[in-house]
């Protein structure tokens, strides 16, 4: 299994627009982060976790020409607002594009890009993204093109359109999983990270935030879970790459655009 780590970033990327700081002046590629998503490939499975505002720059980078399968981990506009990128790979695969999430993302998706969610049109084709849903039940494993796939319950925090704290969908893949967007981790999500090897987990910066983990926190839960080695994503401008790389843990290093490991 192959991933690539497209983007790493804050929701905003960095350089953050405007911004003077040392991370977002630095002329260190390692300090240039895309919006977060990560591509992985095993056997006949292409998978694209999330669709980035920056999907169209991240696949022409790495030459990208083949997605079967997307996940979506929430709804969140740094997560879905690529939606409309997707129709390139129903035109390289001339197929309609299986794409996974939970009910709550999918009615916000459906909502939001009705038009994704049509079959393809009769006359025009892929004009538009042509997307097929299958939901993703917390807890529950899915098997996509012979791959076994898990998701296990993160809370995102607090948000004020919701009544209810935001949960967004952990992705845990054999020895790989993915946690971005999280600021807590219930006991049985902890357990379904068990035996993890390589984990890729949400740091948005050094002091508490209060709908991501920061530094301390992310530090304490790859402790516990401790898997040989650990990156940490969702950076933003607070996170100079060589600065931080020299104070994590052996084993802990933070991700970077382009970042590709194989297990
Ligand atoms: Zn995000
Ligand atoms: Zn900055
Ligand atoms: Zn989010």
């Known amino acids: 299994m192959k991933i690539t780590i497209l983007g790493c970033g804050a929701s905003n990327g960095v350089p953050v627009l405007g911004c003077k700081c040392a991370t977002c ?36 980078r790495h030459n990208i020409t083949n997605v079967n399968a997307v996940m979506f981990t929430h709804a969140h506009a740094d997560h879905a607002g690529g939606i409309d990128e997707l129709r390139n790979f129903n035109y ?22 009705e038009y994704c969610f ?3 049109h009769k006359q025009f084709g892929w004009f538009r993204p042509s997307l097929a849903y299958t939901p993703l ?37 054999g020895d790989f999983a993915y946690s971005t967007d999280v600021k807590e981790l219930p006991a049985e999500s902890l357990a379904a990270l068990k035996g993890v090897r390589y984990w890729v987990v949400d ?25 040989e080695r650990a990156w940490l994503t969702h950076m933003n401008h607070q996170m100079e790459y060589n600065e931080l790389k020299k ?11 382009g970042l590709s490991f194989s297990l």
């Open 25 to 60: 002046t630095s002329g260190d590629p390692k300090n240039k982060r895309t919006r977060v998503s990560v591509y992985v490939e095993t056997g006949d499975l292409r998978l694209l976790i999330d669709a980035s505002p920056d999907l169209r720059e991240q696949a022409l």
């Open 137 to 173: 039940e917390i807890g529950k494993t899915i098997n996509i093109r012979g791959v076994n796939i898990s998701v296990f319950k993160q809370i995102h925090g607090q948000f004020i359109e919701r009544a209810e704290p935001y949960v967004t969908l952990g992705i845990r893949m």
């Open 247 to 257: 104070h994590l843990p052996q084993g802990v290093e933070p991700a970077y655009d």
């Open 203 to 227: 740091c948005l910066r050094p002091e508490p935030a209060p709908t991501h983990s920061h530094l301390d926190l992310t530090l304490s839960w790859i402790k516990q879970i401790s898997p």
């Open 92 to 113: 390289l695969n001339n197929a309609v594009l299986p794409v996974y999430m939970d009910n709550t993302t999918y009615e916000e998706l459906h909502s939001r890009y």
């Open 118 to 120: 049509q079959p393809p």
